[in-house]
């Protein structure tokens, strides 16, 4: 059952109701009858187009890097220094 989010403009308390779909959302608040609203849920839904895909994915972070040069950047090979 999704949980949802209120908060009680009157008594500034954020609380927690576990409802139906089907159930009609809340409008009072439990401790103080006062007019409520809704929050969105950080945990009820599916983030579908999330931002969960941000790291370790794939990245090019870490660009290999260039064998080292057993003498020392002087060999035929090696980007010349000079
Ligand atoms: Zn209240």
């Not at 994915?57 to 090979?77: D, I, V």
Request: charged share 15%; net charge negative.
């Amino acid at each position: 059952m999704p949980l949802y989010e209120y908060h009680c403009k009157s008594c500034d308390q954020t609380f927690e109701l576990r409802q139906k779909f089907s159930d009609a959302p809340a409008s009072e608040c439990p401790a103080c009858g006062g007019s409520v609203e809704k929050l969105i849920s950080q945990s009820g839904f599916s983030l579908k187009g999330g931002g969960w895909y941000g790291d370790g994915y794939g990245g090019s972070k870490a660009a290999p890097a260039a064998p080292a040069c057993p003498s020392g950047g002087n060999c035929a090979g090696c980007p010349s220094a000079s």
